[in-house]
């Protein structure tokens, strides 16, 4: 559950220090160009011209293919103000990592500082926070105290939802709902869920410029050899004593995350929707620089 804002943890406290520790690091190394971070091919429709070897083929204007006998692709432009928002996972899942830095903690400091990125340069940021039910959906804004604002309402303290099972299928269909004109849309969870969330993502995938980023902790896919503990489901509570000095546990335990690890990516693969893995380890600069170079070479 997320804490309550201290004198440590108010959003001023939390913008200023990713200020000088995250944006100003990023700033040098990416030089200001942060295009390739967050647009693809661009966001409003500009132009039709003939297919070539290169293009995504998931530009391609069918109807007008038809027409004209010929392969011909959608080209877009960046709007010079775009909207953006978030989609953000706030179920107890979430909880899980290290005490100083668990997801929740990754996810706070990340959304906070793209939110920032976009706003200085007059972009437009909202989101919808979901905890295993739509909790609230914060309308876009442009200035310094939108962001301050977001910063606060994830830092605020939340109730329990109870012994339900996380369902990403409610938010991504929150967000079909609510953006009525193609947006920027970032997707931040573990991707912890029931079935049926493949599908809206896909529609947004379709409909949006979307960028899906997987919070994850090392320690859900190896345990440590730490000899007898007690486990808990973050989404139900139920508890189990289980023995990690026991080998045979560990492999299985590993074996069970590696399948589950690949059947997100074949998933994925289907769906047509690249997504970017942020450990709780990882340095934040770090990361945001090698997912604006993943998709600037994505988009070679």
Known sequence: MTPEPNSTTTPERILRRLDWQVIRRLDGLLQGDYRTLFYGDGLDF?????????DDIRHID???????????VRQYVADREITAWFLLDLSPSMAFGPAARP????LVDLVTTLARLLTRNG??????????????????GSSRNQVLRLTRELLRQRPSPGKTTTDLSMLLNAGLNTFHRRSLVFVVSDFMSEVGWLRPLSLLQHRHELVGIRLWDPREVELPDAGMIVVEDAETGEQLLVDTSNAAFRRRFYAAAE?????LKADLQRAGVDLYAISTEEDLVSAIVRMAALRKKRRA
């Open 46 to 54: 500009a132009d039709l011209r003939e297919y070539q070897l290169a």
């Open 62 to 72: 069918w109807n007008v293919t038809a027409r004209m006998n010929e392969l011909y």
């Open 103 to 106: 997801k929740e903690t990754v």
């Open 123 to 140: 972009n437009r940021v909202g989101a919808i926070l979901y905890n295993n039910r739509i909790e609230r959906i914060i309308p876009p």
């Open 259 to 263: 399948r589950h690890e690949a059947t």
